[in-house]
């Protein structure tokens, strides 16, 4: 599975950027998919994740309410809409799919999202 991010940029703090990730292959849907972020000096953390079937979600306190992710299997897709933006969203943000089943987990290249004060 190949994971390619997209939609990253520079937005002013209480904007908006909407990610996306297309992975490649049939299998898309046996994967629970995530978006993962890393600032400088911080450890990877998880932000948002969606079920296979797309009935789970679950979020970081951080964003709740804020970020919203959802899937759509027939487009082997997913999306991180980001509202209201804090300078401390700034990350390199990345996709990731993972499948306890199948022992599998792919990381897409990541795509930078700066938020300016």
């Known amino acids: 599975v190949q994971l390619v991010e997209s939609g990253g940029g520079l937005v002013q703090a209480g904007g908006s950027l909407r990610l996306s990730c297309v992975a490649s292959?049939?299998?898309?849907?046996?994967?629970?998919m995530g978006w993962y972020r890393q600032a400088p000096g911080k450890q990877r953390e998880l932000v948002a994740a969606v079920s296979n079937g797309g009935g789970d979600l679950d979020y970081a306190s951080s964003v709740k309410g804020r970020f919203t992710i959802s899937r759509d299997n027939a487009k082997n897709t997913i999306v991180l809409q980001m509202n209201n933006l804090k300078p401390e969203d700034t990350a390199v943000y990345y996709c990731?799919?993972?499948?306890?089943?199948?022992?599998?987990?792919?990381w897409g290249q990541g795509t930078q999202v700066t938020v300016s004060s």
């Open positions: 292959g049939r299998t898309f849907s046996i994967y629970a």
């Open positions: 990731n799919a993972y499948s306890a089943s199948y022992h599998r987990q792919y």
